[in-house]
């Protein structure tokens, strides 16, 4: 059971690239969330998706889009990075009742030069 | 505007002692709090959480406090062991909207 998967680990992207995160999880969860850790900022809530279909804006979601391509799919998109998007980015996802915990993916490195 | 803070960025203790961490938070629709663990290079795992209808939940030798007056919970961890050393977030949701909001974390060491 593998959980929450995040792909790529590590990324390096020229100023005004493009790319799309990945992440998927296999626990039937309805809930799917994307953060940000930045040194002495904690994990910064970008997007959410309480069910499929639905997407909302978390804390900072300027510079990304989401989709929620199923239920067990929810990508980050960066249109055009900037070196502030230099960041660990987390995947999370969760049952989506009350009460209830979120699980973690192993994180993606990207690093915006 | 941060709605869950830890104002401790670190914490060192002597193993066998406990270990208290501590959180504050600012709104008062959050009625459900979680802790998680976060070493270096992995994601975030779930440690012990409580619902704002309890004011203490124990698994082990980790028990959560709550005090819904004071909008403060701590993390209490008896007794603390090496393998204790890493990162813990605080965080908070209310049943209105799923999402998870986080503080900015607390680094444990734990000294053998």
């Known amino acids: 059971n593998a959980g929450v998967t995040q792909t790529p680990k590590f990324q390096v992207l020229k100023t005004g690239q493009s790319m799309t995160l990945q992440c998927a999880q296999d626990?039937?969860?309805?809930?799917m969330y994307w953060y940000r850790q930045d040194p002495g900022m904690g994990l910064r809530l970008i997007y959410y998706?309480?069910?499929?279909?639905?997407?909302d804006k978390g804390e900072v979601p300027n510079g990304y889009n989401v989709s929620r391509l199923n239920k067990r799919e929810f990508s980050l998109r960066l249109e055009s990075a900037a070196p502030s998007q230099t960041s660990v980015y987390f995947c999370?996802?969760?049952?989506?009742?009350?009460?209830?915990?979120?699980?973690f993916g192993q994180g993606t490195r990207l690093t915006v030069v | 505007d941060q709605q869950v803070k830890q104002n401790s960025p670190s914490l060192s203790v002597q193993e066998g002692r406990i270990s208290i961490l501590n959180c504050d938070y600012t709104?008062?629709?959050?009625?459900?709090f979680l802790w998680y663990k976060k070493y270096p290079a992995e994601g975030p795992t779930f440690l012990i959480s409580?619902?704002?209808?309890?004011d203490k939940n124990e698994d082990g030798r980790f028990t959560v406090f709550l005090n819904k007056s004071a909008k403060h919970l701590s993390l209490h961890i008896v007794p603390s062991q090496p393998g204790d050393s890493a990162v813990y977030f605080c965080?908070?949701?209310?049943?209105?909207?799923?999402?998870?909001?986080f503080g900015t974390g607390t680094r444990l060491k734990v000294l053998a």
């Open positions: 998706s309480a069910s499929e279909g639905t997407t």
């Open positions: 409580i619902s704002s209808i309890k």
């Open positions: 709104n008062s629709m959050f009625d459900y």
């Open positions: 965080a908070a949701s209310h049943s209105g909207t799923y999402k998870y909001i």
């Open positions: 999370a996802s969760s049952e989506g009742y009350p009460n209830t915990e979120a699980f």
């Open positions: 626990m039937n969860h309805n809930s």
